[in-house]
Nanobody
């Protein structure tokens, strides 16, 4: 059973940066498109970034130009570099496959952006 563990969240001021990591216990990144999702209080979970096994990346319009996803296949880690953070980026961030699997949801990592 593959497990995904997110880390790297925290409290940052608007305009700041954070890098999130998603570590997998198996070689899921080699065969699945992976996504970064976020869920803000009272809102639906949304997909903000994806990376395919061939390393093609896509981003939601709300984060395009500010967020960058990457991966280290050897370490089984996917990253989300977040720059120019805004208060509206405040959410719990998760990684999962695309489409998401119930079996892969982890605890997520909280990102809080203060104004």
């Amino acid at each position: 059973q593959v497990q995904l563990v997110e880390s790297g969240g925290g409290l940052v001021q608007a305009g700041g940066s954070l890098t999130l990591s998603c570590a997998a216990s198996g070689r899921i990144f080699r065969i699945n498109t992976m996504g970064w999702y976020r869920q803000a209080p009272g809102k639906q979970r949304e997909l903000v970034a994806t990376i395919t096994p061939g390393a093609t990346k896509n981003y939601a319009d709300s984060v395009k130009g500010r967020f960058t996803t990457s991966r280290d296949i050897a370490k089984n880690i996917v990253y989300l570099q977040m720059n120019s953070l805004k208060p509206e980026d405040t959410a719990v961030y998760y990684c999962n496959s695309v489409p998401p699997s119930d079996a892969y949801w982890g605890q997520g990592t909280q990102v809080t952006v203060s104004s």
